[in-house]
């Protein structure tokens, strides 16, 4: 099984987002099944990273 | 006790981890195979299902199960991230800054430790900006400790941020004010979502879409054609399915000023802030008429795109695009109750994407799926 990377609220896009279980060789249709796509919300109610200030 | 929730969509399933919070979109058998694991199904009860449902060998079959149980086991394993509550801070006593809102009839003392802190929060409050009160009913405090942000409400810890997530510490902050102005807790919120809420006074839309794709542009414009803003930039809906307004003002950027300017004439001589690391220069813009009193339903969400070379084109678009564009862009209540009420909400709205540039047809496109006339 691949490793999955874990997609942070940045930098997704769907092609990251799409997984598979397993590698099947020749039977392309199991890992048709085991394609799957990925999506992690944001863990808090984020807003956009675009107010001012220059750091601390 | 389940760790799953499954929702079909279109021809697929989407499958909710409760442990990771994480959503998958899978084929139809893997998700059921999924849920008889989660069932407690043996290895070998599955083996003998699937083998009646899927065309391959047993052995070839058995690692596709045991691949689809690692699946299982991973996504329930991650933890999710939980704020460290463990330090004892030392709530400042000076302030570079104490500034006074007054939101939905409650009054905010809000306390900037530095003026990094208040640039971070006041250009979108600063329209509810009041003189300094001793009647106040919320106090937060803003300050550094070790190179963090640190926000307290009152004297509870809310959480802590490095400099890299700024953005996240505005967006709790944001998130404490609609619950103390709606008296609601962050339980009873089915989720916020990064988008525009414009509503033609029954019923509201969401525009979503990346960054610079022309949202509160679109917001503004839309008000001053006759259209309420309800948000912009962090909409909250409750668990009943219900749009709230929020009060922080439309961050209008530099490029969007001149085909504002005629109908915001004040846009000429508000306040410009620039941001070095974004290259990027914003105006902030109130709503006009907030009335807190309005809950309304979502009529659709529109995923718009600006492009120059496309006068207007909107098309339905599958429910599976539009979710693999809104979950990474939104807070989703991590709740299982929440979560069954939002997939419930999503799957029963329709989704357009509409591409543009030009802002007279995107108003009566609107105005058209407001009326039922697309």
């Known amino acids: 099984m691949k490793k999955q990377t874990k997609n942070t609220e ?47 | ?65 045991e691949d689809v149980f690692l699946l299982y086991t991973t996504n329930n394993t991650l933890k999710r991230d939980v704020q460290n509550n463990s330090e004892a801070y030392k709530v400042p006593t000076k302030h570079y800054s104490v500034k006074y ?34 009647n106040y009913n919320f106090k937060y405090t803003v300050f550094n400790n070790k190179n963090s942000i640190v926000f307290f409400k009152d004297d509870i810890f809310i959480g802590k941020w490095n400099k890299n997530e700024a953005h996240v510490f505005e967006g709790k902050l944001s998130m404490q004010i609609l619950i103390d102005i709606y008296k609601k807790p962050e339980t009873n919120w089915m ?29 503004a414009l839309l008000n001053a054609n006759g259209f309420d803003c309800i948000a912009d930039d962090f909409v909250p809906i409750d668990n009943n399915q219900n749009i709230y307004t929020y009060p922080a003002a439309i961050s209008i950027k530099k490029k969007s000023v001149r085909t504002l300017l005629p109908f915001y004439p004040e846009l000429e001589n508000s306040a410009e802030y620039h941001f070095k690391k974004l290259n990027k220069t914003v105006r902030y813009l109130p709503l006009k008429n907030i009335n807190y009193d309005v809950k309304l339903k979502c009529k659709a969400l529109i995923f718009i795109k600006y492009n120059p070379k496309i006068e207007l084109e909107i098309n339905s678009i599958s429910k599976i695009e539009a979710f693999q564009q809104l979950i990474p862009d939104s807070w989703i209540s991590p709740l299982e109750k929440n979560v069954t009420i939002f997939l419930k909400w999503f799957l029963d709205l329709p989704c357009y994407q509409l591409t543009y540039s030009n802002n007279t047809k995107m108003i009566a496109t609107v105005s058209k799926i407001f009326n039922d006339e697309l």
Not at chain 2, 106 to 121: G, R, S
Not at chain 2, 197 to 203: D, F, L, P, T, V
């Open chain 2, 101 to 134: 809102y007054s939101i939905h009839n409650c009054v905010f003392k809000i306390q900037f430790e530095t003026e990094f802190h208040l640039l971070k929060i006041h250009p979108t409050f600063a329209h509810l900006e009041i003189k300094k009160t001793p």
């Open chain 1, 10 to 56: 940045e930098n997704i896009t769907r092609k990251e987002a799409i997984k598979k279980i397993g590698s099947y060789g020749k039977y392309a249709a199991l890992t048709a099944i085991g394609t799957y796509i990925l999506l992690n919300p944001k863990t808090a109610q984020a807003r956009s990273p675009a107010t001012p200030g220059g750091g601390f």
């Open chain 2, 191 to 219: 989720g916020v979502f990064h988008a525009s809420a414009i509503s033609n006074g029954k019923e509201s839309m969401l525009f979503l879409g990346d960054s610079g794709n022309g949202k509160s542009t679109s917001l």
């Open chain 2, 1 to 65: 006790m389940s760790r799953l929730v499954v929702k079909k969509i279109e021809d697929k399933e989407i499958v909710w981890f409760k442990n990771s919070n994480l959503y998958l979109v899978l084929e139809q058998i893997t998700a059921d195979i999924l849920l008889k694991i989660d069932k407690k199904n043996s290895l070998e009860e599955i083996e003998t299902w699937a083998f009646k449902k899927i065309a391959a060998p047993k052995n070839i079959l058995h690692k596709f199960i």
